[in-house]
């Protein structure tokens, strides 16, 4: 299993959900998160469902565990992350890339 590398690039969505908190309310660990996203050099947006993250597989994925290890260290016992993560080989193509296609064939109608 190894010698088999990961892909090159890739785009992830992710929204982190602390369990078992004080408050339903999730600012302060979202805050947190974002300190250290603005920090690992990676291109990043947040949305209010989570963060769109882009940039090598191995460097996307170790910032999402440092995430939760930041969370864990803050107390909180349990995480459950959601992930969604996109790839491809023909092409180079960024978030903002796919968010801009899809407004050039709205504004087409």
């Not at 989570?50 to 930041?70: F, M, N, P, R, Y």
């Not at 969370?71 to 491809?88: C, E, M, P, Y």
Request: proline share 4%; with cysteine; charged share 20%.
């Amino acid at each position: 299993m190894s010698s088999i590398p990961t892909p090159a690039h890739c785009v992830a969505d992710f929204c982190l959900v602390p369990i078992g908190t004080s408050s339903p309310s999730v600012a302060n660990e979202v805050a947190d998160i974002q300190r250290l996203i603005e920090t690992c050099g990676l291109k990043y947006s947040m949305h209010s469902a989570g963060t769109t993250v882009e940039g090598s597989w191995d460097q996307v994925h170790q910032v999402i565990g440092q995430a939760h290890t930041i969370l864990h260290q803050k107390g909180i016992v349990r995480i459950h992350t959601d992930i969604r993560v996109g790839s491809r080989t023909d092409k180079v193509q960024s978030f903002e890339d796919k968010v801009t296609k899809v407004h050039k064939i709205l504004g087409k109608d």
